[in-house]
């Protein structure tokens, strides 16, 4: 399965299937104080690609610069609230910059982050691939695609929320602090 970003930034997204339906959508306000990244999960018209018959809040993010960030979402009918340092995950090896958590199967998922990448392995398989955008110099021209893999397919949504994070963890010690305050929040089309 592979969800394609409109645009590369993971807080302010439209997300698609290969068909171009709206699965998912991301918006983050712009905000000098703690910034709140909206995810919203939506169900595809099946006759005009690119409209959603509806749409529910899958989560949403606060992002604070000097504490913890905060996570609350409702997923499998319950609603949690997660405070942590890195969030849902528990750092086994901040030197190698992995994320780990948890899933509904009890497994341990890893996210490997690297410098243009993110890759989420179960024990040593690999079962989603981050391929960031691509402009065609060396390789063929693609935009930025989440792939997943068989055996994470019956939790794409816990997939997207931490890749989300992750992705910003990279972007983040990549980018100066604030640049991506300036992407402004989108929504798909109704």
């Known amino acids: 399965m592979k969800l394609i970003f409109k645009r590369p930034h993971v807080r302010n997204a439209v997300i698609t299937n290969e068909q171009g339906h709206v699965l998912y959508s991301t918006s983050t306000s712009f905000s000098f104080g703690p910034r709140v990244t909206v995810v919203k999960k939506h169900v595809p018209n099946e006759f005009i690609i690119g409209r959603v018959e509806s749409s529910e809040i899958l989560a949403n993010i606060h992002w604070h610069t000097f504490s913890s960030f905060q996570l609350s979402s409702s997923m499998a009918g319950s609603t949690w609230r997660q405070r942590n340092t890195y969030g849902p995950f528990s750092c086994f090896n901040t030197f190698?910059?992995?994320?780990?958590?948890?899933?509904?199967?009890?497994?341990?998922?890893?996210?490997?982050?690297?410098p243009r990448e993110c890759i989420l392995m179960l024990d040593d398989m690999e079962v989603a691939r981050h391929h960031p955008l691509n402009l065609g110099f060396k390789k063929a021209e693609h935009?930025?695609?989440?792939?997943?893999?068989?055996?994470?397919?019956?939790?794409?949504?816990?997939?997207?929320l931490t890749f989300i994070y992750v992705e910003k963890l990279r972007r983040g010690s990549q980018e100066s602090p604030g640049t991506d305050r300036m992407h402004a929040p989108i929504e798909p089309a109704n």
């Open 96 to 114: 190698y910059r992995r994320r780990v958590f948890r899933g509904p199967d009890g497994q341990l998922y890893k996210w490997k982050i690297g």
């Open 143 to 160: 935009q930025a695609y989440l792939e997943i893999f068989e055996p994470v397919e019956h939790m794409v949504d816990l997939v997207v």
